[in-house]
């Protein structure tokens, strides 16, 4: 008998978090890196927020809550999917986590039964293959390549479709690619879905506010109310309001799968952060109106990272719709070598010479399921980003 669990086998760690790590270590030696790994604003929490935290916890409101949610903060998630989104829910219909990640794994331990599909486009958040298959089910991936700017068409969709179908995970803006879904080319998608009447689609809307420019978020079930019935849209604080450490995610679904979802949690993490959740009332029921000029500093950045990057021989970076990444192709770049002799024979390779010699840490784009590729994430300072791109144009100009 084995003591670890067989579906542990089935499952890898985060390449992200291995990244991080690796460029702390090298900073740790006293190497001068730069980190463009990270996968949060790098902006503190408004002070609007972090006001009603701490009004929470001089209140006493630091005891359990119910298992998914104080009833202020669904009411405000409701509140929030009808101005956003034009999505009516009750407070009945609305589940709150421990963030994002917490209720997409809820969804799937809830609803998974071994054999279960799950179609993910490729690229994907790193998180979403394991979570399934830590759920029992089997991912599906559909590629969405640079030529099509990161999506997948409704062919391709149409064609992934099996009788074992359970789940279409739908992620707009997306990490790790920034590409969004205008209403046209999902709707094109949701066309399909509504044939296909026993998919359910779980969308990922954590970087619903992060699009820019004429890109105008829109989620599955508003874009084809025939799918209401059958949809889980998931949403967050993390991204928006600068709050990944609170760690509060919550979704919207027929109340069916919810009950479903709380039972989940209830034997297991029991409610998020009491403190975190009124904390979130503020963040959704608040002013707005540090999300413009947030997003306006996020344009500046995608368009310098673009421009920088498009000046390395060997990379093509798309410049993307929507959320603090980019994801190069470095197709360009495979084959060379580099002054250190390494010879890039692949985008994991390329990353590892980059980082150790030019201190410049990025993701590989075979952790996200889409190679030759990286992932930069620009949220931090235009000054880092300058530095370390010219470090990539160095290094790229440095391979022969
Ligand atoms: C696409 C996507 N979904 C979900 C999450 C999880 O966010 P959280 O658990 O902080 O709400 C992340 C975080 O990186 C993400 O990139």
Redesign the pocket.
């Known amino acids: 008998m084995t003591f670890l669990s067989a579906t542990l086998d089935r499952v890898k760690p985060s390449p992200?978090i291995a990244v991080t790590t690796k460029a702390q270590e090298l900073k740790a030696a006293g190497r001068d890196v730069i980190g463009l790994g990270a996968?949060?604003p790098d902006f503190d929490t408004p002070q609007n927020i972090k006001d009603a935290g701490i009004a929470a916890i001089n209140a006493g409101k630091t005891k359990y809550t119910a298992v998914d949610g104080i009833p202020e903060l669904k009411q405000a998630i409701c509140t929030k999917f009808k101005r956003d989104n034009d999505l009516d829910y009750t407070t009945a219909q609305v589940t709150v986590?421990?963030?994002?990640?917490?209720?997409?794994y809820n969804a799937f331990i809830a609803t998974l039964n071994a054999g279960d599909e799950v179609i993910i486009p490729a690229p994907y958040?790193v998180?979403?293959p394991d979570m399934v298959k830590l759920g029992g089910g089997e991912p599906v991936f559909v590629e969405g390549v640079m030529e099509q700017g990161y999506k997948i068409t409704a062919d391709q969709l149409e064609a992934a479709i099996t009788p074992k179908t359970k789940w279409f995970l739908f992620?707009s803006p997306?990490?790790?690619t920034g590409a969004g879904y205008s209403w046209d080319e999902l709707k094109a998608l949701t066309d399909v879905l509504v044939r296909h009447p026993h998919v359910w689609v779980m969308t990922?809307d954590?970087?619903e506010h992060l699009a820019y420019g004429d890109f105008k978020f829109c989620t599955p079930a508003q874009v084809e109310p025939a799918l209401y019935d059958r949809t889980l849209t998931?949403n967050?604080?993390?991204?928006a309001y600068a709050?990944?450490g609170w760690?509060?995610?919550y979704a919207a679904g027929p109340e069916m799968l919810i009950k479903a979802i709380r039972k989940v949690q209830s034997q297991s993490t029991s409610n998020p952060c009491t403190i975190s959740q009124w904390a979130a009332v503020e963040a959704l029921n608040g002013t707005q109106d540090y999300l413009a000029p947030n997003n306006d500093l996020f344009i500046t950045r995608r368009d310098l990272v673009v421009d920088l990057l498009n000046k390395a021989p060997g990379i093509v970076c798309p410049k993307p719709e929507g959320?603090f990444y980019v994801y190069p192709s470095i197709a360009g770049c495979i084959g060379k070598t580099s002054k250190a002799d390494v010879t890039i024979t692949n985008d994991e390779v390329f990353a590892t010479a980059l980082l150790e010699e030019t201190g410049v840490a990025v993701v590989f784009g075979a952790a996200f399921g889409l190679s030759p590729n990286f992932r930069v994430s620009y949220a931090t300072s235009n000054e880092a980003l300058r530095e370390a791109c010219n470090r990539i144009i160095t290094f790229c100009e440095g391979l022969s």
């Not at 986590?97 to 997409?104: A, E, I, M, P, Y």
């Not at 967050?236 to 991204?239: D, N, Y």
Request: aromatic share 10%; proline share 3%; net charge positive.
């Open positions: 992200t996968g949060e986590g421990t963030g994002g990640k917490q209720v997409l958040w998180s979403y992620n997306s990490n790790p990922d954590m970087y998931i967050g604080v993390s991204k709050m990944t760690r509060i995610g959320a």
